[in-house]
């Protein structure tokens, strides 16, 4: 998983709970963002990260914030989760050191399987 | 970015070449054609990409039309291992990072 560790893997939480969902990478690169995957839509962005203290949101911003401290870490909150964001979290990474192109290949983390009861 | 269209399902038998298609007839000039796939539990995994020449690495290799409306993503022996999902992505070298938008790409069955 090129140096993606998504923690945790697993996760039961109740509504109204906050949740912090952590992405480590130990490639260095300077881009990381958070997907969430549900059945029938795909991939859809959350967030994502241009550098440190850097991010903007995605498609699907609602009920999430992120913050990026360092460029290895990238995190994302459910300030109060919701039953709607019972999903599978994917955070990648991407790297414009290659040339313009290169941000367009994204590495994937195996994800975190959350449930909000 | 352009859109793009998939077949939602495909089967190929093991050993076969697996020819999977995408359209994305809005494409311009400066946009490049990525496939991703995600096998079952997993995340994505980058396979390749290209502009309007065909390509070849050691996972699969891209045939793009001439007038670039499609593509061809070709696994040219499919194992089991090669089940999974298949997104094809088009995008150019704009903004400052990239927003991919995956669709619900086409479902690859190999079978014995």
């Known amino acids: 998983d090129a140096g993606i560790t998504q923690s945790p893997r697993h996760k039961v939480t109740e509504t109204g709970t906050p949740v912090t969902l952590r992405c480590h990478q130990t490639?260095?690169?300077?881009?990381m963002y958070w997907y969430r995957q549900d059945p029938g839509h795909g991939l859809r962005l959350i967030h994502y990260?241009?550098?440190?203290?850097?991010?903007d949101k995605g498609e699907v911003s609602d009920g999430y914030s992120v913050s990026r401290s360092k460029t290895e870490d990238f995190l994302l909150t459910l300030e109060s989760a919701t039953s709607s964001q019972t999903s599978v979290y994917f955070c990648a990474i991407s790297d414009p050191r290659g040339g313009g192109l290169a941000k367009n290949i994204q590495y994937f983390g195996a994800g975190t399987r959350l449930s909000v009861l | 970015d352009a859109k793009t269209t998939q077949p939602t399902s495909m089967d190929c038998a093991e050993g076969r070449a697996a020819n999977l298609p995408c359209n994305h007839s809005t494409i311009s000039g400066n946009e490049y054609v990525y496939w991703y796939r995600q096998i079952h539990s997993q995340g994505p995994q980058y396979i390749i990409h290209g502009l309007k020449n065909n390509e070849t690495n050691e996972m699969a290799s891209l045939i793009i039309t001439e007038d670039r409306k499609s593509s061809t993503l070709i696994l040219p022996h499919a194992t089991l291992r090669d089940t999974a999902v298949y997104y094809c992505?088009?995008?150019?070298?704009?903004?400052?990072?990239?927003?991919?938008?995956f669709g619900t790409g086409t479902r690859l069955q190999v079978t014995l």
């Open positions: 992505i088009v995008r150019g070298d704009t903004g400052t990072a990239s927003k991919l938008t």
């Open positions: 490639e260095n690169h300077r881009y």
């Open positions: 990260s241009y550098g440190v203290k850097d991010t």
